[in-house]
Nanobody, 118 residues
Framework: QVQLVESGGGLVQAGGSLRLSCAASGRTFGSYTMGWFRRAPGKERGFLAS???????TYANSVKGRFTISRDNAKNTVYLQINSLKPEDTAVYYCASRLPGQMTYDYWGQGTQVTVSS
């Protein structure tokens, strides 16, 4: 069982930055692939970025260059740095975890709201 708790969301002006955090429980955090997703109003949840146990990262094309995923295994935490925020980044942001070799994410956090004002 893995519990994930996101934080760091809020209201920010366009052009600003945020760093989202996702704290995970469990002794084997370092072995999990961690991902960030978001659900914008009226849209389905979509993949943003992932980072595996070795630090290898993958990004959705739409966020490359503005979003950076990182992890601190000593703190059982994964981060998502978002720069040059746009109103269309307004969404609930979720982190999730999956074991190596699995295709699906099986543990999810409750989400953190990011609202970008123009």
């Amino acid at each position: 069982q893995v519990q994930l708790v996101e934080s760091g969301g809020g209201l920010v002006q366009a052009g600003g930055s945020l760093r989202l955090s996702c704290a995970a429980s469990g002794r084997t955090f370092g072995s999990y692939t961690m991902g960030w997703f978001r659900r914008a109003p009226g849209k389905e949840r979509g993949f943003l970025a992932s980072i595996n146990w070795s630090g290898s990262t993958t990004y959705a094309n739409s966020v490359k260059g503005r979003f950076t995923i990182s992890r601190d295994n000593a703190k059982n935490t994964v981060y998502l740095q978002i720069n040059s925020l746009k109103p269309e980044d307004t969404a609930v942001y979720y982190c999730a975890s999956r074991l190596p070799g699995q295709m699906t994410y099986d543990y999810w956090g409750q989400g953190t709201q990011v609202t970008v004002s123009s």
